[in-house]
Nanobody, 123 residues
Framework: QVQLVESGGGSVQTGGSLRLSCAAS????????MGWFRQAPGKEREVVAV????????RYADSVKGRFTISQDNAKNTLYLQMNSLKPEDTAMYYC????????????????WGQGTQVTVSS
């Protein structure tokens, strides 16, 4: 089992920044992928950014490329999402997720989820 706890959400104005954190515990050594997803009211959950634990370039949704950065601190077992130049369309509940035993880190491979943290961007 992997437990995930997000923090860092909040309300900002357009153009502002936030950094989300995700503290992982449990069998974290089994994780092969970590990622951030988001879900806005009335919309389906979408992938925001994915980090391959074994190495390789992170993957980002086209809508956040150049604005968001996913990273991890292995010593702290913490995943981050730095969000800059925020837009109202970034408003959503953001979820941290982990996958074990996945080579390609597809969205369906993520089986562990945090409770979510709300991000609201006002115009």
């Amino acid at each position: 089992q992997v437990q995930l706890v997000e923090s860092g959400g909040g309300s900002v104005q357009t153009g502002g920044s936030l950094r989300l954190s995700c503290a992982a515990s449990g069998y974290t050594y089994r994780t092969s992928c970590m990622g951030w997803f988001r879900q806005a009211p009335g919309k389906e959950r979408e992938v925001v950014a994915v980090l391959y634990i074994g190495g390789g370039r992170p993957r980002y949704a086209d809508s956040v490329k150049g604005r968001f950065t996913i990273s991890q601190d292995n010593a702290k077992n913490t995943l981050y999402l730095q969000m800059n130049s925020l837009k109202p369309e970034d408003t959503a509940m953001y979820y941290c997720a982990a996958a074990t035993g996945s080579l390609y880190c597809r969205s369906d491979d993520f089986g562990y989820w945090g409770q979510g943290t709300q991000v609201t961007v006002s115009s």
